[in-house]
Every structure is written in C-alpha cells, then in structure tokens.
C-alpha cells in the first residue's frame, strides 16, 4: 500500500543511490544492497523488484556488462525480497541484520558465480573454497559499505517522509 509521497520520496532516493554507483568510490563499496532493501521495504512488490534492477541496469549501461551478471541480478532479487521482509518490520536492528545478511548473499551468489563461469579455478570443491577465500577481502569493503549506505539511506527516507508534506 504506497502513497505517491512514499513512491516518489523513495524512487528518488533510489536514483541519488544509482547515480552514486558512478561515482568514484572504493572496490565494492556501493549503495546497491541498501537501494535494494529500501525498495523492498517501502515500495510495492513489483515495484520492489523492478526499480532496484532498473537502477542497476542503467549504472551497468555506464560501467559495462560481464559474465557473472546474472548471478549479481540474481542476488539483487533476493535481496529484493528480503527488503520485503523489513516492510513490516522497520527497525534499526532488523534493517542492519538484513544488511549483513544482503552482504552475505551477495558475496556467496556472485563468487560462485565468478567460480562457475570462469577458468579462474578448478570447477570442483577446492575451486569454489580457493574462489571464496580469495574473495574475502572484498566481502569487508562490501560489508562496510552496505551497512553505511543502508543506515543512510534509510534515515533519509525516514527523514524526508516526516519533512516532506503529503499532497492533499
């Protein structure tokens, strides 16, 4: 049940958090897990998939497209629908454990997919173990990122839903 305010306050803060994956930034620090999860949480279902992939789309269309794409659209859709799950459930504890959760889907969706899909490692279960340890370091920079780009901008929806006059 979304009102025009909650859909376009959080439809814009989506977009700032798209155009932000184009600016310079450190690896893997992107506000992608908390756009995903804010979407979900405030926004219809349907629209809770669908403008959190939208946004990625068109920051991919600038960065450019590779192979493990599915498994990152993949992994966005889950954390998609676990955005669903905060809907109703709107609190400081609950967003963050979902944040740590996203980050950690992510990070084994998209490795596996690095590892099924390249050559970089043998495709049996020390491949898939090499593939996940030599990804560690990026799932701390992911980590730090997706919790300080959710607590962000979670609190500027909240915010800018109390400031912000509905239209009568």
């Not at 490795?111 to 898939?128: D, M, R």
């Amino acid at each position: 049940m979304n009102n025009k305010k909650t859909i376009t306050v959080t439809a814009s803060i989506i977009l700032m958090g798209a155009v932000a994956r184009l600016l310079p930034h450190p690896a893997n620090v992107t506000p992608l897990t908390a756009i995903a999860l804010l979407g979900g949480a405030y926004l219809s279902p349907a629209l809770a998939l669908t403008v959190p992939l939208a946004a990625l789309f068109v920051s991919d269309l600038f960065l450019g497209f590779h192979g493990t794409m599915p498994f990152v659209y993949a992994s966005f859709i889950l954390v998609s629908a676990l955005g669903l799950f905060l809907k109703s459930r709107r609190n400081a504890q609950t967003i963050a454990l979902a944040c740590v959760t996203s980050s950690l889907l992510f990070f084994v969706v998209t490795n596996f997919g690095v590892w099924a899909t390249s050559s970089l490692y043998p495709h049996n279960s020390s491949g898939l173990l090499a593939c996940y340890t030599a990804a560690l370091p990026f799932l701390r920079n992911s980590a730090l990122g997706d919790l300080f780009f959710t607590a962000t901008l979670f609190s500027l929806e909240t915010a800018a839903l109390k400031l912000i006059p509905s239209a009568a």
